[in-house]
């Protein structure tokens, strides 16, 4: 176990080498540095400045020391709009971000795995026709659209959601929240549930998978000669043996639903990491853009490395050395 | 898979039973027939529109922001209303159908390309050139597409070609993943050996003996692929970092039109949110159908 976590630590950090190499690159060598990370406003003399204070008169190998050098520490340079530094920009804007894709987790398994349970239970029903039907359009529809309809049926039209923002947040710990206060809620409502669509009807689909596989099973049959009652049968003996995709597939897609978030943080105007990202590009201001690079980066290998981990422990199955495939 | 199993009284052609099977669902006929009708609206957008919504002559701002079915100051009709500078949403609809199915096709196909190469580079040569490629594709995969395409735009900068690179970068891992698949379990079968026996080039047992037999899935993979690219491209512009205003994709007229949805004006951007709903279904439909019809172990 403990050689299993170590190796995959030490593949990220490769993983994590390699990411800030074609950041590096993207950034220092594809086109001038100087347009990228000095703000069209300066002067020569600052242009000057800048460019002996990035060493950017230095070698470029020596650049890349400095550039990684800088990134351990945390020091990725000034936002040009904010003039704060820009990884703290990032951390700041994290937690609002978290929130929403923890929301959104939380609105897609609490719906999904009914759903699917029933879909998969009853595929002939009415009602198991639609829920599948209804997974489809989850599928097909651009998540963007949707969030447009929402606010101009919910908003616009009915008035009973605000379109954008975050509301008013509670402290906890530090870190400021929305779910504690119904305005939170009311704001925290039709961003999450966009943002949940997708992996609501991707969970919808695993659950119903599942579930028709395992009603074929021996032991469902066995059960239900042993006269349980469906409720159990269901309950137990299918829930229990589908969970390990499920929740294979929850962690996996954390990652996924963070990224998205940016779509929908946008459309919201939700004050998170996503949203920055947008603004900062189109202001380009390259800092933050770098800094949210590597952040994600970082919290993507985090994420797959604790799926990974959480898997091996979860499913005795899976071998813990690691095949390198 | 080069050849379904045919009753030995009624010699049919794989591809007169592909079409059969196909045609065979109502819905995937439907959807194929609205995805024609939408590619045909991209490719004649400039004879089927009323006026051509970027030539700023035929343009009246006495008209802007008219509802659907609202009469012009010249008379004619608007039948899904007009945008903020008094452009006809159904003109602007057409031609960003043709920017949108365009850079979809286009970067569809160059994914397409260079994932098929490697694919087949990796599934056919193995070794150390497979170690590497697999890795990369593993690497690239482990992040969403979204996420990818974003870094690249941030770093390169809006525009047509930078929109279509990036999509192509975001694409042909997955290519390159299932054609090596489908080329390994090949590889080992009896055809190649024979290829090889005959001392046939490496060229052309690749291309005419490997190449056929790992299409059908990938033709599967490309049909979905079409339609997560434009999606993708539509979110991309949404966000303002994908096509440039000068050449509008649907995205971005729904992003053009999502100011005045919340003063109740829903149709700048509603009908082209509508069209692209359309392709992207369309699409999906017709590549559910072709996933059964060229899977072989739902032959019958």
Same mark, same amino acid.
Request: proline share 6%; hydrophobic share 55%.
């Given at each position: ?9 030490? *593949? ?68 040009? %709009?904010?003039?704060? =530094? ?8 994290? +937690? ?25 239970? &009853? ?62 809620? &009311?704001?925290?409502?039709? +961003?999450?549930? $966009?943002?949940?669509?997708? &992996? ?5 689909? !695993? ?13 469902? &049959? ?16 299918? !829930? ?75 499913? +005795? ?9 | ?12 052609? +794989? ?11 109502? !819905? ?9 009708? !939408? ?10 529109? =009323?006026?051509? =919504? ?21 008379? *004619? ?62 690497? *690239? ?70 190449? =056929? $037999? ?10 979905? %692929? ?72 739902? %032959?019958?």
């Amino acid at each position: 176990m403990l050689n299993f976590v170590i190796r995959r630590l030490l *593949q990220s950090v490769a993983v994590l080498f390699a990411m800030s190499l074609l950041v590096f690159v993207g950034v220092y060598a594809i086109g001038n540095p100087v347009d990228l990370l000095i703000s069209p406003q300066a002067d020569q003399a600052d242009i000057e400045r800048t460019i002996a204070a990035l060493g950017l008169d230095k070698p470029l190998w020596e650049q890349y020391r400095i550039f990684l050098q800088q990134a351990v520490t945390g020091n990725l340079g000034l936002s040009f %709009q904010y003039n704060e =530094p820009a990884i703290r920009l990032i951390l700041e804007r994290m +937690p609002a971000t978290l929130e929403l894709a923890f929301a959104a987790m939380v609105i897609a398994v609490v719906l999904g795995i009914p759903l699917g349970l029933w879909a998969g239970l &009853k595929p002939d029903s009415f009602a198991g026709r639609a829920i599948m039907a209804g997974s489809i359009l989850g599928f097909s529809l651009p998540t963007f659209w949707v969030g447009l309809l929402l606010i101009m049926v919910f908003s616009v039209e009915l008035g009973w959601l605000p379109t954008s923002g975050r509301g008013p947040t509670i402290d906890v710990l530090g870190i400021p929240v929305s779910f504690l206060s119904i305005e939170g809620w &009311k704001h925290l409502a039709m +961003p999450a549930a $966009n943002l949940a669509l997708f &992996k609501l009807s991707l969970i919808i689909r !695993l659950t119903r998978a599942g579930t028709r596989e395992a009603l074929l099973q021996d032991y469902v &049959k066995f059960a239900r000669a042993k006269g349980l009652p469906a409720r159990r049968v269901v309950g137990v003996h299918v !829930l229990k043996n589908i969970m390990i995709p499920i929740v294979t597939v929850i962690g996996l897609e954390l990652g996924s639903v963070i990224a998205f978030a940016i779509v929908t943080e946008s459309i919201f105007a939700w004050p998170g990491m996503g949203k920055l990202i947008i603004d900062s590009i189109n202001a380009l201001d390259r800092p933050v853009v770098v800094a949210y690079l590597l952040v994600i980066v970082v919290l993507f290998i985090v994420i797959n490395l604790v799926v990974d981990v959480v898997y091996s422990v979860l499913d +005795p199955r899976v071998r813990l050395s690691d095949t390198g495939s | 898979m080069s050849a379904a199993p045919v009753p030995a009284d009624a010699p049919e052609s +794989p591809y007169a039973r592909i079409a059969r099977d196909f045609a065979a669902s109502p !819905l995937a006929l439907g959807a194929l027939a609205a995805f024609a009708l !939408l590619l045909l609206a991209a490719v004649c957008a400039p004879l089927i529109s =009323p006026q051509n =919504p970027y030539d700023l002559a035929q343009l009246d701002v006495l008209d802007s922001r008219l509802p659907p079915g609202s009469t012009g100051a010249d008379g *004619q009709t608007y039948w899904l209303g007009t945008d903020e500078q008094g452009r006809d949403v159904l003109s602007a609809i057409f031609y960003g159908l043709r920017i949108s199915l365009g850079v979809g096709a286009i970067s569809t196909l160059a994914a397409l390309a260079i994932g098929v190469a490697a694919g087949l580079a990796a599934g056919y040569f193995g070794g150390r050139v497979e170690a590497l490629l697999m890795r990369v594709v593993d690497l *690239q995969l482990s992040f969403p597409a979204i996420l990818v395409a974003l870094i690249l735009l941030a770093l390169l900068g809006q525009g047509i070609g930078k929109t279509i690179a990036a999509l192509v970068v975001v694409q042909w891992a997955y290519y390159a993943r299932t054609v090596r698949g489908t080329a390994l379990v090949e590889r080992g079968k009896e055809y190649m050996e024979a290829a090889r026996g005959l001392g046939l080039p490496a060229s052309r047992i690749v291309f005419r003996h490997l190449l =056929p $037999n790992c299409l059908p899935p990938v033709i599967v993979v490309a049909t979905v %692929q079409v339609a997560a690219a434009i999606a993708l491209e539509a979110t991309l512009s949404y966000l303002g970092i994908g096509v440039p205003i000068t050449e509008p994709s649907l995205g971005l007229l729904i992003k053009n039109g999502f100011d005045y949805m919340l003063s109740g004006k829903y149709w700048i951007s509603f009908f082209p949110g509508l069209a692209l709903v359309l392709v992207i279904v369309s699409i999906n439909l017709v590549g559910d159908r072709l996933r059964d019809v060229l899977n072989p172990r739902l %032959q019958r």
